[in-house]
């Protein structure tokens, strides 16, 4: 089973940047999706960035295009997420997803493995 870990959430003003990171532990070799979600007050959760650690594809919504990278650290088993030119829209709760299957990442039912969360505060 794998477990995840995030961390890097904070309170910013708009145009400032943030970094997340989530940790992976357990067994994750066969690693085959992970992605970024987020979801605010009285909103359903959505798919922000994701990335297929199998072949490096990477997903972005259209909100946060030029805006957010996603990376992954092999070695350190770490999904990051930079975030700049941040705006109070992207203020939410930001968890990290895992699957050992390819998965569309604009459909967070698709995955079964989350961590617990990071808040995002973005003021204007």
């Known amino acids: 089973q794998v477990q995840l870990v995030e961390s890097g959430g904070g309170s910013v003003q708009a145009g400032g940047s943030l970094r997340l990171s989530c940790a992976a532990s357990g067994y994750t070799y066969t690693t085959v999706s992970m992605g970024w979600f987020r979801q605010a007050p009285g909103k359903e959760r959505e798919g922000v960035a994701g990335?297929?650690?199998?072949?490096?594809?990477?997903y972005y919504a259209d909100s946060v295009k030029g805006r957010f990278t996603i990376s992954h650290d092999n070695a350190k088993k770490t999904l990051n997420l930079q975030m700049n030119s941040l705006e109070p829209e992207d203020t939410a709760m930001y968890y990290c997803?895992?699957?050992?299957?390819?998965?569309?990442?604009?459909?967070?039912?698709?995955?079964?493995?989350w961590g617990q969360g990071t808040q995002v505060t973005v003021s204007s």
């Open positions: 990335l297929y650690i199998v072949d490096g594809n990477t």
């Open positions: 997803a895992h699957s050992n299957f390819y998965r569309d990442f604009t459909n967070p039912v698709n995955f079964n493995i």
